[in-house]
């Protein structure tokens, strides 16, 4: 019996959209082109569901926070279920520098994450897994001088912002993904 052919025009669309956006863009002291990690999002996201449009909000999550496209790109090109999904993983602007406002930018989207419904959480269980697996190895290679390449510096300020986003993420422990983002915060954050 051969395979069935699935609809994949929307997600065709929305890869293609975030290349584009993040098109010359480098992943922060990585080296490599920045669509890597937000096609490792979407990979994780398709380990928890099948639905074209939360594959697609996972391609797009950081083109509202990260390049030129606004909330109203992604309404008009991909419908409101979409745009909604990536603007509710994009960071919340405050006047300030980035170093001062962190904790309070952080927090703010950890109570939007813990109030939010079971898609909005896989769409950024995706996005904080791939980061996750980045900081797990890069702190196996560089110990606590990986700490150096973010604004913020101190160790314990990121140990409190993931193990709060295992929290607001726990309702997503019946998956795979999630047992693999909570054992990666415990042997970081140890």
């Not at 993040?22 to 398709?46: C, D, L, N, Q, T």
């Not at 790109?73 to 170093?99: C, T």
């Amino acid at each position: 019996m051969a395979n069935r052919p699935i609809d994949t025009d929307l997600l065709d669309r929305a890869i293609t959209f975030a290349v584009r956006a993040h098109h010359g863009i480098e992943r922060k002291g990585k080296g490599f082109p920045y669509i890597v990690h937000p096609m490792e999002a979407m990979s994780i996201v398709a380990t928890m569901t099948n639905d074209q449009e939360l594959l697609a909000a996972a391609a797009l999550h950081d083109v509202i926070e990260d390049t030129e496209t606004t909330a109203d790109d992604l309404l008009r090109e991909f419908g409101q279920r979409i745009a909604r999904l990536v603007e509710a993983e994009s960071d919340i602007h405050i006047e300030g520098n980035k170093a001062d406002t962190w904790r309070q930018r952080k927090q703010m989207a950890i109570d939007r994450l813990m109030a939010a419904d079971r898609d909005v959480k896989i769409v950024a269980l995706g996005d904080k897994l791939s980061n996750m697996r980045a900081i797990a190895q890069d702190y196996h290679a560089l110990g606590d001088d990986l700490w150096n390449r973010f604004h913020v510096k101190d160790p314990s300020e990121h140990a409190w912002r993931y193990h709060a986003l295992a929290e607001a993420l726990s309702d997503l422990s019946d998956t795979e993904a999630y047992e693999e983002f909570r054992r990666l915060v415990d042997q970081v954050f140890k």
